[in-house]
Structure formats: structure tokens, C-alpha cells
């Protein structure tokens, strides 16, 4: 299994940052998310956290830190979500964090929205 790491550019300024690493079990999300062929983009990820809870079966963490994203990409990040979650109903051990500017507060209804949906539990933690 093999990390997935994207950096953001110039050229890709609507493209989040993505670093999933395998062998610490720590996936992090951020930037902005509002690409057109979002499942494209997310694609990779949902098909390497089916193969890390499949194969790997240790510990995982996703942290979220976007500042804005589009509706395809909320589709996409919610099928993540219900991933993590059929993976912690199986005994995985999941943890989730989003990460928000305090300024603001329809984010946090957006999260408060992807844990009723998904049945995941997400710890909310303001940008330092």
C-alpha cells in the first residue's frame, strides 16, 4: 500500500492538500475543495481507505481542515464518513476531526449535518 500525498499549486488552487499515510494511519484533508470532476479527485481516497480497512485493519485518523468546499465535494467527503463508520461498526478504531475557523458558523452546521448523516462521531477543533 502506497501514501497518497498532493500538494496544492498555482495551477490547482481549488484542489485540496491530501497527505494519507499508511503506516502512521493519519489521513489529512485541506485547503479548498470546489473542482469540477470532484469524483475524480476523490476517487483515489475512497478506493485507499477501502484498501487500508480491508488490508491494513489498524488504527485510522482523518483530519479535516477545509475552508470551503462545493457540493460534490461534501458528497464525497460523506462517503468517506460512512466508510469510517462501517469500518468502526466492525471494531475499527476511527477518529475523526474537522478543524474550523470560529469565524465561521455555517461550517460547524456543515459538520453537525455530516455526523447526523454518517452516524460518525466528529470532534470539532478551532484553527489555531
Known sequence: ME???LTSSSTTPYFPEVNFDFTSGV?????????EETYKFYLPLINWIKEFTTDVKSKLEL?????????????????ILELLKDY????????VN??????????????????????IKIKLIKFE
Request: contains cysteine; proline residues 2%.
Open 88 to 95: 468502526e461498526d466492525k471494531g475499527g478504531n476511527v477518529k
Open 27 to 35: 489521513c489529512e484533508i485541506k485547503g479548498e475543495s470546489y473542482m
Open 98 to 119: 474537522w478543524f474550523y475557523d470560529q469565524s465561521d458558523p455555517d461550517m460547524i452546521d456543515e459538520v453537525e449535518d455530516f455526523e447526523a448523516e454518517s452516524g
Open 63 to 79: 483530519n479535516i481542515k477545509l475552508i470551503y468546499l462545493n457540493t460534490s465535494s461534501t458528497k464525497c467527503l460523506l462517503d
Open 3 to 5: 501514501n497518497i500525498i
